[in-house]
């Protein structure tokens, strides 16, 4: 079943910060994020594989709550570079292919 | 450097034809996937491999087909049953069914006429 992304598209100025949520109505057994630029393809961020674990890149991190069966991606101090799309892809179970959430849209001023 | 390698990037084609999009990669992934993306849907699943020579349908695998004959390679073909072909197609892979993220092509866009 599809994840449920929220919102769908924000707007931030240089510098602010940015919470994207991503939650499932099932047991999430790994939650993925995902960036997309305009036309071109989604590119990988990171994993989040166990209940409550954080994960860092650059000043993007992430959580993930197991028994909210929700995830959260974490924007800081945001630059023209973070706009674009912004993907969540679940697994339920080990061995089963991405499901990705509608998508993010995130446009980042000057 | 590796890589997925998609083509053509954008594809034309008459309504009622099948069309073949290739998918080539040198990473030496076990897993590939076939997503469709439209806009304000996000990614969804056609078909995927966790190996050569098995693949498994996704959630909408419905006029479209694929092989998976070689370890580099997963083309997906949209027949003419596809009632409505015209989207933009992603490919993935990934290290394993299980571990690693995806590594996505930079996609063909189809228009059909």
């Known amino acids: 079943q599809q994840p449920v992304q929220s919102p769908q598209a924000v707007i931030l100025r240089e510098g602010e910060d940015a919470v994207i949520n991503c939650s499932s109505s099932?047991?999430?057994?790994?939650v993925h994020w995902y960036r997309q630029k305009h036309g071109e393809a989604p590119v990988f961020l990171m994993i989040?594989?166990?209940?409550?674990e954080q994960k860092g890149h650059e000043k993007i991190s992430a959580s993930f709550n197991e028994k909210k069966q929700q995830s959260s991606l974490y924007l800081t101090a945001s630059q023209l570079s973070y706009s674009g799309t912004y993907f969540c892809?679940?697994?339920?179970?080990?061995?089963?292919?991405?499901?990705f959430g509608k998508g993010t849209r995130l446009s980042v001023i000057a | 450097d590796g890589g997925i390698t998609q083509s053509p990037k954008y594809l034309f084609r008459k309504e009622g034809q099948n069309v073949t999009l290739s998918c080539e990669q040198n990473?030496?992934?076990?897993?590939m996937y076939w997503y469709r993306q439209d806009p304000g849907q996000g990614l969804r699943l056609i078909y995927y491999?966790?190996?050569?020579?098995?693949?498994q349908k996704g959630d909408i695998a419905e006029g479209y087909s694929v092989s998976r004959e070689k370890k580099e390679s997963f083309p997906l073909t949209v027949t003419s049953a596809q009632k409505n072909p015209t989207a933009f197609y992603l490919c993935?892979?990934?290290?394993?069914?299980?571990?690693?993220?995806?590594?996505f092509g930079s996609g063909t866009r189809l228009t059909v006429v």
């Open positions: 892809g679940s697994r339920n179970s080990g061995n089963t292919p991405l499901v």
């Open positions: 989040l594989l166990k209940g409550g």
């Open positions: 990473l030496n992934h076990d897993a």
């Open positions: 993935a892979s990934s290290p394993s069914a299980v571990t690693g993220g995806y590594t």
């Open positions: 099932k047991a999430l057994y790994s």
């Open positions: 491999s966790q190996i050569v020579n098995d693949f």
